[in-house]
């Protein structure tokens, strides 16, 4: 699958990002385009390291965070992770509108 994915990827071309890429793979920042297609490249294969890329985030200062999820679960293993960490999770329209207003 991984090989199959490689070959996939050469048929996209990828912009380096406007703002930092966080490698689950890795657990690092990523900003070049061809370490993020080999990071991309890695993911099937590779542990997920969300833990650890969390912590990241963390300690780069970030501290409010949006999940995109039917269920609140990546909410609460970031509690795990910090307690009292803010975390918005956005899984319908009502929620979404929610966060809108606590974003704005």
Do not use: C, Y
């Amino acid at each position: 699958a991984q090989e199959k994915l490689s070959e996939k990827l050469k048929d996209f071309s990828i912009s380096n990002p406007e703002f930092p890429v966080i490698s689950n793979v890795e657990a690092k920042s990523m900003s070049g385009s061809d370490e993020i297609i080999n990071s991309l490249e890695r993911q099937v294969t590779g542990s997920v390291r969300w833990a650890q890329s969390m912590e990241l985030l963390l300690a780069e200062g970030h501290d409010l965070f949006l999940e995109f999820s039917p269920k609140p679960v990546l909410a609460g293993l970031m509690n795990r992770i910090r307690k009292g960490t803010q975390v918005i999770t956005v899984g319908d329209a009502e929620s979404l509108e929610e966060a809108v207003k606590t974003l704005s």
